[in-house]
């Protein structure tokens, strides 16, 4: 099984902030990893596909990079809205696993 | 509008039987693989499985086989979950999402989620 690695787990961060997520594979996955973001009380929802493009009505102040092990999420400037737990998911072979999450907080 | 409406709320004691559900509409069901997630409350996402309607083609993540079963209906645009028996730590979210239409694409809808306690 292909395993994720996000870091940090908790990131404390201001509005306006540049934030940075990193998702490490335990194996070559290429490009295909996503990115979702959760809110409290609410279903995960897609963010970036295809580990760089952004899903349709997604702000562009989300992008995604890398490729093979290193992957990265970053948001531009951070708005209020963007509180919340982001987690990689691996979209090759079986299991689609999860990473842990990173929970974004103020 | 592609919409995934999940069953709600499910309250069982331990070794009891359960089967959830989730029905698509708004899009052609049987084209898009249907996975189910799994939440305990407070911790992370875990994958469990995944089933094609058109022919129910399934897989399972290896912590979860033998342990549940995902099946569809695709006379009624419905993929169902379910459990012979249950433990307390079934506890938990259960999430369906549609996958898109590229493996590379990802989960693009999903449902409110049920929420299942197991309970004596």
């Known amino acids: 099984d292909i395993q994720l690695t996000q870091s940090p787990s908790f990131l404390s961060a201001s509005v306006g902030d540049r934030v940075t997520i990193t998702c490490r594979a335990s194996?070559?996955?290429?490009?295909?990893l996503a990115w979702y973001q959760q809110k409290p009380g609410k279903a995960p929802s897609l963010l970036i596909h295809t580990a760089s493009t952004l899903q349709s009505g997604v702000p562009s102040r989300f992008s995604g990079s890398g490729s093979g092990t290193e992957f990265s999420l970053t948001i531009s400037s951070l708005q209020p809205e963007d509180f919340a737990t982001y987690y990689c998911?691996?979209?090759?072979?079986?299991?689609?696993?999860f990473g842990q999450g990173t929970k974004v907080e103020i | 509008e592609v919409q995934l409406v999940q069953s709600g709320v499910e309250v069982r004691k331990p070794g009891e039987s359960l089967k959830i559900s989730c029905q698509g509409s708004g899009y052609s069901f049987v084209k898009y693989w249907i996975s189910w997630v799994r939440q305990v409350p407070g911790k992370g996402l875990e994958w469990m499985g995944i089933i094609y309607p058109d022919d129910s083609d399934t897989r399972y993540s290896p912590s979860f086989q033998g342990q549940v079963t995902i099946s569809v209906d695709k006379s009624i645009n419905t993929a169902y979950l379910q459990w012979d028996s249950l433990r307390a730590s079934d506890t938990a979210i259960y999430y369906c999402a549609r996958r898109a239409v590229y493996s590379s694409q990802g989960s693009d809808y999903w449902g409110q989620g049920s929420l299942v306690i197991v309970s004596s």
């Open positions: 998911q691996v979209l090759t072979g079986y299991p689609r696993t």
């Open positions: 194996q070559g996955i290429g490009s295909f």
